[in-house]
């Protein structure tokens, strides 16, 4: 299980990633509320996409109010980050979720 630490520096490290990306029209879209759950660690982290940014990963108690849901176990969020995971491999096999309607899938995936 990787820990809290890891998983900080791999959502900062997502988090520069998808800054850098070119989300074309997404950018104008309307704010959105990002929220990763890493499941073996019961962690929370809230960010908010407005303007074709997201303003940060801050914790937080739960994912209420979430617009885009991502829940990952600490290992795979590492693992996908490192690029040692397939995103569409753990999306198929259940390692990794997302709850988030069309437009914002396109966002995310400019995150792996």
């Not at 509320?33 to 407005?50: H, K, M, P, Q, W």
């Not at 303007?51 to 979430?66: C, I, L, N, P, Q």
């Amino acid at each position: 299980m990787a820990t809290k630490a890891q998983v900080e520096r791999t959502l900062k490290d997502l988090l520069k990633r998808l800054n850098g990306a070119d989300v074309g029209d997404l950018a104008v879209s309307e704010e959105r509320i990002i929220v990763a759950a890493i499941t073996d660690l019961e962690l929370y982290y809230r960010g908010t996409f407005s303007g074709g940014r997201v303003g940060g990963f801050e914790r937080d108690d739960d994912a209420s109010g979430a617009n885009v849901l991502i829940t990952v176990s600490s290992d795979d969020l590492v693992a996908l980050s490192e690029g040692r995971l397939s995103p569409v491999f753990a999306f198929l096999t259940g390692k990794l979720r997302v709850d988030a309607n069309a437009r914002d899938m396109l966002l995310l995936r400019q995150l792996f």
